[in-house]
Structure formats: structure tokens, C-alpha cells
């Protein structure tokens, strides 16, 4: 008998052993279900105007990399329809025509699993993506109005990406989280203004006028197969700046980019998974990834404090740590990667999270709402105003000045003689809505402007996510590094007073997920707003903004504490039938006669042999990019000669080494341009090489057709 128990005891551990050794994780750390996925939202790569900069004349040219929605999503292991979605996608900002579409489509396949209360769909804010999709006239002005097929890419990538992570969702998992500083990857660039806020209140933060911390999450199945990475950390995606007319996904793209071709492989070609990479934005409202901060023209000469040189705004530009922007995307963008991959690899170090997921969301009128004294900085009863832009918002920043004669911290009311005659014409400021939003001089009182539809937004989704004690704080705009601080310190201080079982003092992390679901525009202090620089300009509910989310947020935040529902509030605007677009679409293209599509216009010089560090360039009669955006394909394809007429394609248009390049020659003639660096990020092995470039062109009976075209092939000896 006592050699049965023996044996039956030694069986027992080697079971275990077995199961350990196969990377099954423990039950008491095998807490959700968690599901990763990535999904192509690339819009068309010519003749459209960027989102970010707001300048008329940067319209796309091309491509750089392609942008991305990745996806993740988490339920409770034993009770799996408690879940979430959190999306970050490489566009500017969230939008409500995005987010309405994508749930609605997710509710025609799945029921009511995936809700606008469930689903977080963030921005990390790109400005060198397509723009046109938002339902609002101020942020489609620049674009020349709505852009449907761009709008309808983005909802499909998004819309698809979670589908991804619904269909690889595991059957258990862990979630470990981790904290940690870099420094040198971001700068404040209104640091004027952060000064302005309570002495005492930044002495609590000794990070000074950024936040330093980057907060990560390691996901795991069952097996302890690592399934994804999340990391939030305050950057603007502005290391390409306003003269760039190439699609990318700016610093956040590349680390995604990085850190995926980390784990799959460097052979791996991009958005192909399994293993998903989210760099996600938060407040990053004041802060650049420009950290050699603002000159003037020579590089030596501080700005003056209106950020101007000489009187213009237009010379005062701040400049990244690279020699280009292409290298300052690329040292920013490393900088998150190494630290993100640092802090996931630390498991040692990291909380494993444990608990329930909870969520809230409600629409919020934010243009009217009446704000408590204990949540204002005047200690008074506060109330938000219908939206209007500043002077000091045509000024720009030294991310990307504007093209006028604005500049930055204007209070005066007398303003640009040319620009008070039109925006009168937009709207005339009530003596009520000039005190409302005061210091704010008022550009654009885009809160009354309605021609041809609403210019700015009122009802807006807020809402908060929870996995175990991380809450994340869904936020549809652009909060500054002070406004975020408060923010999570109100939404946490909640969480920990009413529940501090579930949610205990210095171990529960709230974090700001920022551009997500709606956008809003900036949010600063009250005592920023009195500088009206570009953020305070920007800020579009007046003075009492950030209070007014304060207290919205706080009920939310009680509502998960007290374990109660809130109302959903009023129901949002769905504009999508009244949306008006002034971009011509493509009418024909055609080639010279006697040439194809896809014919070489300009050849390799295949008579050369060359090495890692070198570059070749070859150009393609093409059709024009908007005949069709190539969704989860690619315009080019670099390819290695591996047999007998055998090639491997060894990367695309969705790697960083590659550029695409489009220009127009004569009137319907369309002329690309692909450029590989080689070895620029991974080293090329020795072989026989050719590109090969896919399009599709418009014939005269308006029908679109495919064509491709090849190159010669060279040679790379090292």
C-alpha cells in the first residue's frame, strides 16, 4: 500500500512537472481570456490631405509604412462575456463616424458581446496619415471635406483587427503590468504655460513638465505563449513634420513595427502576427518627441517666448534628435520599443493582474455642463461653453507652425483684421459666449457654426476600462501633461477610497488612454488656459474643461466603485447622410503610347553591385493610388532569388527600408517611384535581388484593372 502511495505521489509531481514544462501556467495566475489582432488601415496613398497639421498644401505623395489597427481582447476566464476591446490604430485621433460604424458591425456578427461601452477605440495620433474622417467640418476643412473611401478603409481595418483578436481570443491567460521611466524621448513645447499651474501641485511630480512613465502589459495564454504587448507612454507622433507627404505611422508605428519583428522574426513581413505590439498614446497634449526643443532658422537662436523668430512663427521649429525626420521617427520610436521590451521582459518586477473587468461609458454634453466648486481651480461653480477656437490656434506649434500671422499666448481681441472678417461669417461670438470662454479671444466660434453641417462636437462617449486593478481612462482628446496628472489622480483617489478591497492604495494604476473614441481637441488647466497658447486656444470648452471631466469621469469612477449602472446619456449624432467631399476622384489614367501599366519608366543600374548601406531606386508607369488603397497587400515587393526562378519576398510596403513615391506626369499619367535602403534596419544577405510593383489603373470605360511590373535584378554582395 505504501508503495502505491509512493508511486501514485511521485506520478502526481512528474504530472506537474510535465504540465509546467509545457508552460502551462498556474490556476491561481490564469485569470482571462485574452485574444490579440492586427488589420491594414491605410487609406489612399495620393491626392489626399494629411490629418494633423491642418495644412491645406500636405496631401499624400506616397508611402512610407503602412498604418495599422491592433487590437486586444480581454474577458474574465470564468465568466467570459464580462470583456473588453482596446484598439489603438495609427490614424490622428479617434472619431465618433469610426468608432459607430465598427460597434454596429460588431453587433451585426457577435450580438451584444462588443457595445460603445465595451469597445475603446484609441488614436496614436500620426499626423502623416489620410485624413477626411470625421464628421465634423473643422476637422475635415483641411482635407477639402468627408473622405468615404479613406473612412471605409479605417472602419474595415479597425472593425477586422478586432475580429482577429475575437477569433484568436485563448482559453486562459495571464496579464502581467509593469512601470517604468525613459527619459530623452520627450519634450515639453508650450513650457511657458506649464509653469503656470500650483507650485505645490508640481512638486508632487518630479518628472517635471512631461510624464517620464511608461506603463506596459505582457500578455500570455494558458500555455504561456506570449500573445502581445501594450504600452502607453505621452509622445506626440509629430517626429515627421509638416512637409512630409508620406504615409507613417511616426514613432509609435515604428516601435509597433520594432517590437513585433522582434518576436515574429526578423524574416517575418509586417502586420502578419501572431505576436501584436500596441504603442498607445495618452496625454500627451504639450508634449513633442522635438527634443532638441525650438530655434530659429540657424539652429543656435532660442525662439522668443510667443515662439516666434524675427515675428514669425513660421521660422520657430522645434527639431528631433536625428539629422532627418525619417532618423528622429526612428531614434524616438526605438526609445519606446527598448524600454517597453525592458519592462515586459521584467516579469520579476511586474504585478500580475488579478481581478474582475469592469466598464463604464456614458455620451456627455460636453458644451453645457455645469461643473461642481470642488472640482474647478477657482473653487467657484464652473460651467463649459459651446466650442470656439483661439487666435493662438492658427499660430500652430513648433511641432508644425501655422501659416498666418498668428502667434502663440494672443489674448488680444483685436486679432487679424482679414481673419475677424471671415470667421464672422462662421459665426458672431455672443457677448455671453466671450465671457463664457474668456481670456480665450475667439477665432472660429465653431460651437453656433452649422453650414453645411456641425463644425464641432457636443455629445461625447466618456469612459473607463478595468482588467483587475488597472483602469484606463478612455479620453477623447488631447490632454496636457498637467490635466492628465489630474485626471488619473481623481479617477484613482475614487477608486481607492470606495473600494479598497478591489482596488488598493499603490497598487492600483490608472492611465490615460488619450485621442480615443471621439476627439475634442486639447484639454488644458485653468491656469494654461490663461496663457492661451496653442493648447489653451485648442481647448475648445472653455477655462472649465478640465474640471468638467473631472467630474464626469469621477462618476464613472464611483459608479465602478459602488458597483452600480450609470445612464448612457444622450444619444450621439450620426452625420454620415449629410457629409460633402470636394475631392475629385481619379478620371482615367493612361501611359504613353506604345508603354503599359507597369512597365519601367527608370531602371536599376543593374550593372553595379551592391552592399548593405547603399540604395536603389526604380520607377514604374503606374495608375493613379486611389484606384485602390491595396488593403492587406502591398504596391511593391522586394525579392530574393532563392531557386530556379524561384523568389522570396523579403519585404514590402509595410517595412521601414522600402518608400513608395507617386507623382503625376502630364495630365492622367502617373509615374512611382521605389526606393529601398538596404540593411537600413535589418542587414540583406548576399544574393539576387529584384522589386516588383502592383497597382491598379482607371480605363476610358471607367472600369478598374490590375497590372504589375518587375524591375531588373542586381545583385547584393554584403
Not at 481570443?169 to 500650483?198: D, E, F, H, V, W
Not at 502589459?217 to 505621452?234: I, K, M, P, Q, T
Amino acid at each position: 500500500m505504501k508503495s502505491f502511495v509512493l508511486l501514485s505521489t511521485c506520478l502526481i509531481f512528474l504530472l506537474i512537472n510535465l504540465l509546467l514544462s509545457n508552460g502551462l501556467i498556474p490556476d491561481n495566475e490564469n485569470n482571462y481570456l485574452i485574444g490579440t489582432g492586427i488589420y491594414d488601415i491605410t487609406g489612399p496613398a495620393a491626392e489626399i490631405g494629411m490629418m494633423g497639421y491642418a495644412m491645406v498644401g500636405q496631401r499624400a505623395a506616397g508611402l512610407h509604412f503602412r498604418l495599422r489597427s491592433r487590437a486586444v481582447v480581454i474577458a474574465e476566464r470564468k465568466q467570459p462575456n464580462k470583456r473588453i476591446v482596446f484598439v489603438s490604430a495609427d490614424f490622428c485621433f479617434g472619431t465618433q463616424s469610426v468608432r459607430l460604424d465598427v460597434v454596429k458591425r460588431l453587433q451585426d456578427k457577435f450580438g451584444g458581446l462588443y457595445t460603445l461601452d465595451n469597445v475603446g477605440i484609441s488614436g496614436t495620433h500620426t499626423h502623416s496619415g489620410p485624413g477626411g474622417f470625421s464628421w465634423y467640418a473643422l476637422y475635415d476643412m483641411t482635407t477639402f471635406g468627408f473622405e468615404p473611401y479613406n473612412q471605409h478603409t479605417i472602419v474595415e481595418g479597425v472593425y477586422q483587427s478586432i475580429v482577429n483578436a475575437h477569433n484568436n481570443l485563448s482559453q486562459g491567460g495571464r496579464i502581467y503590468l509593469n512601470m517604468g521611466k525613459l527619459y530623452n524621448a520627450n519634450a515639453n513645447r508650450s513650457p511657458t504655460s506649464y509653469p503656470l499651474n500650483p507650485a505645490e501641485e508640481r512638486k508632487q511630480y518630479p518628472d517635471g513638465d512631461t510624464d517620464k512613465t511608461m506603463v506596459t502589459l505582457r500578455l500570455e495564454d494558458e500555455n504561456a505563449r506570449e500573445l502581445g504587448s501594450v504600452a502607453w507612454f505621452a509622445v506626440h507622433c509629430t517626429s515627421m513634420n509638416n512637409t512630409n507627404l508620406l504615409i507613417s505611422g511616426d514613432n509609435k508605428g515604428f516601435a509597433s513595427y520594432m517590437f513585433e519583428k522582434y518576436k515574429n522574426g526578423n524574416e517575418s513581413l509586417p502586420g502578419t502576427g501572431p505576436f501584436v505590439s500596441i504603442f498607445g498614446q495618452s496625454n500627451e497634449g504639450d508634449v513633442s518627441p522635438n527634443t532638441r526643443g525650438a530655434t530659429c532658422p540657424d539652429g543656435i537662436t532660442p525662439c522668443a517666448a510667443d515662439s516666434t523668430c524675427e515675428g514669425k512663427t513660421q521660422l520657430c521649429t522645434a527639431k528631433g534628435p536625428g539629422k532627418t525626420d525619417f532618423e528622429s521617427t526612428k531614434i524616438i520610436g526605438t526609445y519606446q520599443f527598448k524600454k517597453a521590451l525592458e519592462l515586459y521582459s521584467d516579469t520579476k518586477n511586474s504585478i500580475l493582474l488579478s481581478g474582475s473587468i469592469d466598464f463604464r461609458q456614458v455620451h456627455v454634453n460636453m458644451s453645457d455642463i455645469v461643473v461642481s466648486p470642488e472640482y474647478t481651480s477657482t473653487g467657484k461653480v464652473g460651467k463649459t461653453c459651446k466650442a470656439a477656437m483661439g487666435y493662438s490656434f492658427a499660430a500652430g506649434t513648433t511641432d508644425g507652425p501655422g501659416d498666418f500671422s498668428f502667434k502663440q499666448g494672443d489674448n488680444s481681441t483685436k486679432g487679424n483684421p482679414f481673419w475677424n472678417f471671415i470667421s464672422g461669417f462662421i459665426a458672431k461670438p455672443t457677448p455671453e459666449q466671450i465671457a463664457c470662454q474668456a481670456p480665450k479671444p475667439i477665432l472660429l466660434d465653431v460651437g453656433y457654426a452649422s453650414i453645411p453641417y456641425p463644425w464641432a462636437v457636443e455629445i461625447n462617449p466618456l469612459q473607463i476600462l478595468v482588467v483587475g486593478t488597472l483602469a484606463v481612462i478612455v479620453v477623447p482628446g488631447e490632454f496636457t501633461t498637467m490635466s492628465g496628472r489630474r485626471l488619473r489622480s481623481t479617477v484613482c483617489s475614487t477608486l481607492t477610497r470606495l473600494d479598497p478591497n478591489r482596488f488598493p492604495s499603490g497598487k492600483t494604476v490608472c492611465v490615460i488612454a488619450g485621442l480615443a473614441n471621439s476627439y475634442t481637441g486639447y484639454v488644458a488647466t485653468y491656469e494654461e488656459y490663461q496663457a492661451q497658447r496653442y493648447e489653451a486656444a485648442s481647448t475648445i470648452y472653455g477655462p472649465h474643461t478640465l474640471a468638467a471631466y473631472q467630474q464626469e469621469y469621477d462618476k464613472l469612477a464611483t459608479a465602478i466603485a459602488k458597483n452600480i449602472e450609470v445612464p448612457p446619456g444622450p444619444k450621439p449624432l450620426n452625420l454620415s447622410s449629410v457629409q460633402i467631399s470636394l475631392n475629385p476622384g481619379v478620371v482615367l489614367d493612361t501611359v504613353p503610347f506604345g508603354k503599359h501599366f507597369g512597365d519601367v519608366y527608370e531602371d536599376i543600374d543593374n550593372t553595379k553591385l551592391y552592399r548593405n548601406g547603399d540604395t536603389v531606386h526604380v520607377e514604374f508607369y503606374s495608375g493613379h493610388p486611389k484606384n485602390n488603397v491595396m488593403q492587406e497587400k502591398t504596391f511593391l515587393t522586394v525579392e530574393k532569388l532563392i531557386g530556379n526562378n524561384q523568389w522570396k519576398v523579403v519585404l514590402v510596403d509595410g517595412d521601414w527600408d522600402t518608400k513608395f513615391r507617386w507623382r503625376r506626369h502630364w495630365l492622367s499619367e502617373s509615374i512611382v517611384t521605389i526606393t529601398w535602403s538596404i540593411g537600413e534596419t535589418f542587414p540583406a544577405s548576399p544574393g539576387t535581388y529584384r522589386i516588383k510593383h502592383f497597382g491598379y489603373y482607371k480605363s476610358l470605360d471607367q472600369d478598374i484593372y490590375p497590372y504589375e511590373g518587375t524591375s531588373s535584378e542586381f545583385r547584393v554582395v554584403a
